[in-house]
């Protein structure tokens, strides 16, 4: 749950060369995408990197900036069928909605993801 700190924040899991590295990777994935899970295994990043390196590596925001591009994408894909996106939209609705605040440089396409109920839509 997103207002819930003492959970686990990622569930995102680095491995460097299928060597495992780190297993709480908060840098690599954003809090509003908190519910995702996966793993990332980088060929780029040298396999004796440590916390303060990852920090402030250009890969790292390389990667972050594609993980959100993929998870948009496979939002865009769940969107296509509505019975399917009113299911992940309960779930995960103050996710997006979270996202619209903290990524500016993505609002418009995660804005696109939003749903409000109306007098037509009952």
Known sequence: DLFEPK????????????????????????????????IVDSEDLPLNISREMLQQNKIMKVIKKNLIKKCLEM?????????????????FSKNIKLGIHEDSANRQKIAEFLRFSSTKSG
């Open 7 to 38: 959970k686990k924040q990622t569930n995102i899991k680095l491995y460097v060369r299928r060597v495992f590295i780190m297993d709480n990777c908060e840098e690599i994935i954003p809090e509003w995408l908190g519910f995702v899970k996966g």
């Open 75 to 91: 939002f865009g894909e769940i969107a296509e069928n509505n019975e399917d996106f009113k299911k992940f939209y309960e779930q």
